[in-house]
């Protein structure tokens, strides 16, 4: 069975175009103008198309040219064809107000606190009609954007292959060790490392597909040093581990950034900086597909969320 596609690759489009204007201008010398050919080259495509619709399409007259019924039928739907090409490949003025596009984003627990709410809300200050899904970062996030899952994606490493899939350096941040206002070592007047690890640990559940399983990316700084953390409560819901440190003497691990979020600074105190050390620095990528590359609406997107995460997370007000 010859496919539509099969049938089309024998037909050449410029036939078309040519037959729209001699349609129009009913002689063959202005076509020829028209479309900046010679005369002899527009007459011997006009018996091209004589031969593709088997049909003389035009009879000559002293006024010029007479379209035959075939050709009258043919005019409107070749003008149909013709504007859904030009529609096709016209490049189209983006305006964020005028989106309708859904927007599919995944990044880690902790970042969708920070970044999705105000991104949220800014797209629907500026964009009305767009949408915004969130997925929770996978274990290869460069799989969700292959396979179209996402569009973007929020991680802590920088992909492979950077030519498919671009990337863009969003921040850096440090581990900080946070406490509750009413904890002992609010008290103490210089807080070390293994003061911290006299107490038992809350801490932010990761996506069971992220590349580090079940366990916080310190974890594995930290065991380096051979230190591992006893954790007493996981959760998914930043509120509810903050909650949980209000009434017990729980730590927990996060970004130097935790306090920048309503709120935190009446509930958390950072009593400990791992900020000396290279090796504990973690960087934020956006990573994208390189298909979105060219689309507006997609660049206009990754603005929105660069410029919010870089007012929200990492600014220094």
């Not at 900046?36 to 009879?59: C, E, I, K, N, V």
């Not at 007259?61 to 013709?82: D, H, I, M, R, Y």
């Not at 970044?115 to 290869?140: D, G, H, R, W």
Request: charged share 25%; aromatic share 8%; proline share 6%.
């Amino acid at each position: 069975m010859v496919t539509l596609e099969q049938q089309l690759s024998r037909l050449d489009l410029n036939l078309l175009v040519s037959l729209s204007v001699l349609l129009k201008e009913k002689n063959v010398t202005r076509a020829a103008q028209t479309l900046y050919l010679s005369q002899p080259a527009m007459s011997r495509t006009l018996g091209r198309l004589r031969d593709l619709f088997d049909d003389p399409l035009f009879y000559r007259e002293s006024n010029g040219l007479v379209p035959t019924q075939k050709a009258l039928e043919l005019q409107q739907p070749l003008e149909e064809l013709l504007r859904s090409m030009q529609s096709l490949v016209a490049k189209s003025a983006f305006t964020p107000d005028k989106c309708d596009q859904t927007f599919v984003l995944s990044t880690p627990p902790l970042m969708s606190t920070f970044l999705c709410i105000p991104l949220a809300m800014e797209l629907n200050k500026q964009a009305p009609l767009a949408s915004l899904v969130e997925f929770p970062v996978a274990k290869e996030p460069v799989q969700q954007l292959a396979s179209r899952d996402v569009d973007f994606s929020i991680h802590i490493e920088e992909p492979a292959n950077s030519i498919e899939f671009p990337s863009q350096k969003l921040g850096s941040t440090y581990p900080v060790f946070y406490v509750a206002h009413n904890h002992p070592l609010t008290k103490a007047k210089k807080v070390k490392l293994e003061d911290c690890f006299k107490y038992r640990f809350v801490d932010m559940s990761l996506d069971i597909r992220s590349s580090f399983g079940l366990s916080n990316p310190v974890d594995i700084l930290l065991a380096k040093k051979g230190i591992e953390r006893d954790i007493v409560f996981k959760s998914g819901q930043l509120m509810t581990l903050v909650e949980v440190m209000q009434q017990t003497d729980a730590i927990m691990v996060s970004t130097h950034r935790l306090t920048k979020l309503d709120g935190m600074e009446e509930k958390l105190v950072p009593v400990y900086a791992i900020d000396d050390d290279p090796n504990f620095i973690v960087d934020i990528y956006l990573i994208e597909h390189k298909r979105t590359a060219t689309s507006a609406a997609h660049n206009w997107f990754k603005q929105l969320i660069i410029s919010t995460i870089q007012d929200k997370i990492f600014s220094d007000t």
